[in-house]
């Protein structure tokens, strides 16, 4: 009896314990730079520590709760914390904000000729010496240190500057650190305590800087990856691979795992990067828009940038949707991402002899059923999802030999073709829905496989409903390369106008986020997935994951050719020289119509003209502030966001008429409003003795006035203000559209090359 009832307790203790740990919940708390009682501590960790200690009522060691604390990207730390707890915490006098850790997820051997970067000539790569000395840090799922796209032959020696570290961990050691791969860094407390565990079929993950998913190898070798000769994925895309500044040095933050990237994981690392010394920080994650006051990436940036750190992030992969781009902070670089004029063709020859175009990375030639005719399955009904072809939903007895057709959407591109390939099918044709419509984002499928447009999927579904016996067959096509038309902005990139803050506009750019090959880790098949036993040293991906990593590798060129320039500098030169045509000279589209700015921000990011601008738009950190206090910010709003207690009373009148010094301009006519009127200064960073005169294609409805007309530079570095008057042409209530969109230029009397393009976007508030 008495075993029996201490079995009972320990039963019991265990289930209270268990209960406990799944009570808490992990928060970061940001606290006000000045806390009174700060110089009371030997050091922040214990001043960390106090307020713990104050509201802590378990006999838990309050050390054992503080997962981080932060100096550095933010004042303040990341705690699990009960409800109890939480209240007591919120309650205390010197904390700013408390706020839930947040999961957010993860949104080439051409591109850099695709953007007119060429080692032969003089130009961007030759003037920045292709990125030479500048540190890039990337925040992603860590690296796979052997990729010969992290060799280190020829690279200058680690910049003197740098005080990271090579982490050692799991299946990774300081010497897999070089000058090339300078550092690396997990990052993993969040994750940790999240208490969500990895499915069967999950790649077992790396508690190192070693990269488990292929996710952050890729994008880091995109930005700064060394040259490598005869790279190619299965032998498609052949070519030399580089990253857009091939002698940068690469830093490696590990902040996303199998379940995601979480805040408190992200913040730690940001915290961390600004005091390493890195000059871009690179982040291809994050979620849907939330106020900045809210957002660890923004808050943690805003410090960044005050260090002279540049931060490009991914607009997200929402689109087409409107309002549903990301990291929409003015002092962060966000980027869409737009098609290159590379394609994998992969026709589907259907038994009437018809062809449908579509593309696909399989190499065509290693599989017995490749090329041969087939007959065509689409299996639908029920609810098990097998017009999804999700894993286990495919009847063995219908698709076994055949060649399946698959609907987009829901579960991953490439897990389809595994689930056909189990269930016995002999090939796979993915079909775009009207969500995609004619987006072609391309795998390397563990099966023959081709990605077909919305419309042929909707004649290949006609032809299937007319037939008996409807057959289809694949050809393989390889690699061609500029028979279309390109850049086009992507389907599934995030569009605007900014949800939290419109006056802004965003996103700011586009560049290459489709079908990007770079380097890919040994430990997974180029498809990523577990089953693939194929194994390569470069695969392809999509997304503006894609896209960001561009931008940031070409930041740390123009930072190289101009180390002087601040974050917005760098901005502005990549803004006011992107192309709005494509390789045709035609408008780059979006779909079957021309973009607008809300989906490619001022347009297709150009190297070779953002090294030398000619002019620029700077913006100091204290502007920001006045911006945000425009906005409406409230006193502990703006605290939190730029760790200062400032007055917006104070600022406002002092700063009457201001308007964000931002590179691109948006408009904003609220109710009964007929003009605004913005102001701008320009920087000249070309050539002295410059006279620049303005061009203005005014927005339908709108009219525009700019004085003065001509802006005459004396000497480098001078700056010069302009205004603008925009009139709504349009009465409260008349406007049968809510946007419309030009553009400003100023263009140098003598060098052609100097045109300084600002986008336009107005918008009639309801």
Same mark, same amino acid.
């Given at each position: 009896?008495?075993?029996?009832?201490?079995?009972?307790?320990?039963?019991?203790?265990?289930?209270?314990?268990?209960?406990?740990?799944?009570?808490?919940?992990?928060?970061?708390?940001?606290?006000?730079?000045?806390?009174?009682?700060?110089?009371?501590?030997?050091?922040?960790?214990?001043?960390?520590?106090?307020?713990?200690?104050?509201?802590?009522?378990?006999?838990?060691?309050?050390?054992?709760?503080?997962?981080?604390?932060?100096?550095?990207?933010?004042?303040?730390?990341?705690?699990?914390?009960?409800?109890?707890?939480?209240?007591?915490?919120?309650?205390?006098?010197?904390?700013?904000?408390?706020?839930?850790?947040?999961?957010?997820?993860?949104?080439?051997?051409?591109?850099?000729?695709?953007?007119?970067?060429?080692?032969?000539?003089?130009?961007?790569?030759?003037?920045?010496?292709?990125?030479?000395?500048?540190?890039?840090?990337?925040?992603?799922?860590?690296?796979?240190?052997?990729?010969?796209?992290?060799?280190?032959?020829?690279?200058?020696?680690?910049?003197?500057?740098?005080?990271?570290?090579?982490?050692?961990?799991?299946?990774?050691?300081?010497?897999?650190?070089?000058?090339?791969?300078?550092?690396?860094?997990?990052?993993?407390?969040?994750?940790?305590?999240?208490?969500?565990?990895?499915?069967?079929?999950?790649?077992?993950?790396?508690?190192?800087?070693?990269?488990?998913?292929?996710?952050?190898?890729?994008?880091?070798?995109?930005?700064?990856?060394?040259?490598?000769?005869?790279?190619?994925?299965?032998?498609?895309?052949?070519?030399?691979?580089?990253?857009?500044?091939?002698?940068?040095?690469?830093?490696?933050?590990?902040?996303?795992?199998?379940?995601?990237?979480?805040?408190?994981?992200?913040?730690?690392?940001?915290?961390?990067?600004?005091?390493?010394?890195?000059?871009?920080?690179?982040?291809? +994650?994050?979620?849907?828009? !939330?106020? =900045?006051?809210? %957002? $660890?990436?923004?808050?943690?940036?805003?410090? /960044?940038?005050?260090? #002279?750190?540049?931060?490009?992030?991914?607009?997200?992969?929402?689109?087409?949707?409107?309002?549903?781009?990301?990291?929409?902070?003015?002092?962060?670089?966000?980027?869409?991402?737009?098609?290159?004029?590379?394609?994998?063709?992969?026709?589907?020859?259907?038994?009437?002899?018809?062809?449908?175009?579509?593309?696909?990375?399989?190499?065509?030639?290693?599989?017995?059923?490749?090329?041969?005719?087939?007959?065509?399955?689409?299996?639908?009904?029920?609810?098990?999802?097998?017009?999804?072809?999700?894993?286990?939903?495919?009847?063995?007895?219908?698709?076994?030999?055949?060649?399946?057709?698959?609907?987009?959407?829901?579960?991953?591109?490439?897990?389809?073709?595994?689930?056909?390939?189990?269930?016995?099918?002999?090939?796979?044709? +993915?079909?775009?829905?009207? !969500?995609? =419509?004619?987006? %072609? $984002?391309?795998?390397?499928?563990?099966?023959? /496989?081709?990605?077909? #447009?919305?419309?042929?999927?909707?004649?290949?579904?006609?032809?299937?409903?007319?037939?008996?016996?409807?057959?289809?067959?694949?050809?393989?096509?390889?690699?061609?390369?500029?028979?279309?038309?390109?850049?086009?902005?992507?389907?599934?990139?995030?569009?605007?106008?900014?949800?939290?803050?419109?006056?802004?506009?965003?996103?700011?750019?586009?560049?290459?986020?489709?079908?990007?090959?770079?380097?890919?880790?040994?430990?997974?098949?180029?498809?990523?997935?577990?089953?693939?036993?194929?194994?390569?040293?470069?695969?392809?991906?999509?997304?503006?994951?894609?896209?960001?990593?561009?931008?940031?590798?070409?930041?740390?060129?123009?930072?190289?050719?101009?180390?002087?320039?601040?974050?917005?500098?760098?901005?502005?030169?990549?803004?006011?020289?992107?192309?709005?045509?494509?390789?045709?000279?035609?408008?780059?589209?979006?779909?079957?119509?021309?973009?607008?700015?809300?989906?490619?921000?001022?347009?297709?990011?150009?190297?070779?003209?953002?090294?030398?601008?000619?002019?620029?738009?700077?913006?100091?950190?204290?502007?920001?502030?006045?911006?945000?206090?425009?906005?409406?910010?409230?006193?502990?709003?703006?605290?939190?966001?730029?760790?200062?207690?400032?007055?917006?009373?104070?600022?406002?009148?002092?700063?009457?008429?201001?308007?964000?010094?931002?590179?691109?301009?948006?408009?904003?006519?609220?109710?009964?409003?007929?003009?605004?009127?913005?102001?701008?200064?320009?920087?000249?960073?070309?050539?002295?003795?410059?006279?620049?005169?303005?061009?203005?294609?005014?927005?339908?409805?709108?009219?525009?006035?700019?004085?003065?007309?001509?802006?005459?530079?004396?000497?480098?570095?001078?700056?010069?203000?302009?205004?603008?008057?925009?009139?709504?042409?349009?009465?409260?209530?008349?406007?049968?559209?809510?946007?419309?969109?030009?553009?400003?230029?100023?263009?140098?009397?003598?060098?052609?090359?100097?045109?300084?393009?600002?986008?336009?976007?107005?918008?009639?508030?309801?």
């Amino acid at each position: 009896m008495e075993a029996k009832a201490q079995l009972l307790f320990s039963v019991l203790f265990l289930f209270l314990v268990f209960v406990h740990a799944q009570s808490l919940q992990t928060y970061i708390i940001q606290l006000h730079p000045h806390g009174a009682t700060a110089s009371s501590f030997s050091s922040k960790v214990q001043w960390h520590l106090s307020f713990l200690e104050r509201i802590m009522f378990s006999e838990d060691d309050p050390s054992s709760r503080l997962l981080y604390s932060y100096h550095s990207a933010m004042e303040g730390f990341a705690a699990q914390l009960s409800e109890t707890e939480l209240e007591s915490l919120r309650k205390l006098g010197e904390v700013i904000a408390v706020r839930p850790d947040t999961r957010l997820q993860l949104h080439t051997t051409y591109s850099y000729k695709f953007l007119g970067l060429s080692p032969a000539s003089r130009g961007g790569w030759f003037q920045s010496g292709f990125g030479h000395g500048t540190i890039v840090g990337v925040l992603d799922t860590g690296v796979w240190p052997e990729s010969p796209s992290f060799s280190d032959h020829g690279m200058p020696p680690v910049p003197k500057k740098w005080r990271g570290v090579c982490q050692e961990g799991q299946d990774f050691n300081s010497s897999n650190c070089n000058r090339k791969l300078i550092g690396a860094r997990f990052f993993s407390k969040g994750h940790r305590v999240a208490s969500i565990s990895p499915s069967s079929d999950t790649v077992v993950e790396y508690v190192s800087a070693r990269d488990s998913h292929g996710h952050g190898t890729h994008t880091s070798s995109t930005a700064g990856g060394a040259s490598v000769p005869m790279a190619s994925v299965l032998g498609n895309g052949a070519g030399v691979a580089q990253g857009m500044a091939p002698r940068a040095h690469i830093a490696i933050y590990k902040v996303c795992w199998f379940s995601g990237c979480y805040s408190s994981d992200i913040l730690a690392a940001m915290d961390v990067a600004i005091r390493d010394g890195v000059d871009i920080l690179s982040l291809s +994650l994050g979620g849907f828009p !939330i106020p =900045l006051f809210d %957002d $660890s990436i923004a808050i943690g940036s805003f410090r /960044a940038m005050e260090h #002279g750190i540049s931060v490009i992030c991914a607009a997200g992969n929402n689109g087409p949707i409107q309002s549903s781009v990301a990291n929409e902070a003015p002092w962060i670089t966000t980027v869409g991402a737009s098609t290159l004029d590379r394609r994998f063709p992969a026709i589907v020859r259907m038994g009437n002899g018809k062809r449908l175009y579509g593309e696909s990375m399989y190499p065509g030639k290693h599989n017995p059923y490749a090329g041969k005719e087939l007959e065509l399955v689409y299996v639908t009904g029920g609810d098990s999802g097998s017009e999804f072809c999700f894993k286990g939903s495919l009847p063995r007895a219908k698709v076994l030999g055949k060649m399946v057709v698959c609907d987009r959407g829901v579960n991953g591109r490439a897990e389809k073709g595994e689930a056909v390939k189990e269930a016995g099918g002999a090939a796979m044709i +993915l079909a775009n829905t009207d !969500i995609n =419509l004619e987006e %072609d $984002s391309v795998d390397a499928h563990v099966l023959p /496989a081709s990605l077909i #447009g919305f419309a042929e999927s909707v004649q290949l579904k006609s032809y299937m409903n007319s037939s008996r016996t409807p057959t289809a067959r694949i050809e393989f096509g390889g690699t061609v390369i500029g028979k279309s038309r390109a850049p086009a902005v992507a389907q599934f990139s995030s569009r605007g106008p900014s949800l939290t803050n419109p006056t802004i506009l965003k996103p700011d750019i586009i560049a290459p986020g489709v079908n990007i090959i770079a380097a890919w880790p040994q430990n997974l098949g180029p498809s990523g997935l577990p089953e693939d036993s194929r194994r390569v040293n470069f695969t392809v991906m999509s997304g503006t994951s894609m896209a960001c990593p561009h931008i940031s590798g070409i930041a740390a060129l123009i930072h190289s050719a101009n180390p002087t320039w601040t974050p917005a500098a760098i901005k502005s030169a990549m803004i006011t020289t992107a192309d709005v045509t494509d390789h045709t000279g035609k408008p780059i589209m979006d779909s079957n119509k021309p973009a607008g700015v809300f989906a490619m921000g001022a347009g297709q990011v150009n190297p070779e003209k953002a090294i030398d601008p000619g002019l620029i738009y700077d913006i100091k950190p204290d502007e920001y502030i006045t911006h945000l206090c425009t906005l409406g910010y409230t006193r502990s709003e703006i605290s939190a966001i730029t760790h200062r207690n400032v007055s917006c009373h104070e600022l406002v009148q002092k700063n009457k008429g201001f308007s964000l010094n931002y590179p691109s301009i948006s408009v904003i006519f609220r109710h009964g409003m007929m003009s605004r009127m913005i102001k701008r200064r320009l920087t000249n960073v070309g050539v002295p003795n410059s006279i620049y005169s303005v061009e203005v294609v005014a927005p339908e409805g709108v009219k525009v006035r700019v004085k003065p007309h001509h802006l005459i530079f004396k000497h480098i570095n001078q700056s010069l203000s302009y205004r603008v008057w925009f009139i709504s042409r349009k009465r409260t209530g008349e406007e049968k559209t809510r946007f419309a969109q030009g553009h400003l230029t100023w263009v140098h009397s003598h060098h052609t090359s100097y045109k300084v393009r600002s986008p336009i976007s107005v918008t009639w508030a309801k």
